[in-house]
């Protein structure tokens, strides 16, 4: 069992920067790929970035390439989401997710979910 706190999330104007953090529970978290996703208001769900277990494979959504970063210390069970020149598109509540080895960019692949941060940005 694995248990997802997200934080970071906030207020920020256009061109400005945050740092989500997704805290992970239990000893295993450290051998999960985690994956940050999100979901702004009456639209789907969307992949945002994914890094696996190890740190050492990352995968990013055109739309926040060159942006954001995806990042891991396993020492210390937390992923990262730096994100860099926001704008107002980015706007949305942003979850951080984990599958045991499944490295992916699909939602249902995912097991354990948080319960979200959300980010606005303003114009």
């Known amino acids: 069992q694995v248990q997802l706190v997200e934080s970071g999330g906030g207020l920020v104007q256009a061109g400005g920067s945050l740092r989500l953090s997704c805290a992970g529970s239990g000893r295993t978290f450290s051998r999960y790929d985690v994956g940050w996703f999100r979901q702004a208001p009456g639209k789907e769900r969307e992949f945002v970035a994914a890094v696996s277990w190890t740190g050492g494979s990352t995968n990013y959504a055109d739309s926040v390439k060159g942006r954001f970063t995806i990042s891991r210390e396993n020492a210390k069970n937390t992923v990262y989401l730096q994100m860099n020149n926001l704008k107002p598109d980015d706007t949305a509540v942003y979850y951080c997710?984990?599958?045991?080895?499944?490295?992916?960019?699909?939602?249902?692949?995912?097991?354990?979910w948080g319960q979200g941060t959300q980010v606005t940005v303003s114009s």
């Open positions: 997710a984990a599958t045991p080895g499944r490295f992916s960019y699909r939602e249902s692949e995912y097991n354990y």
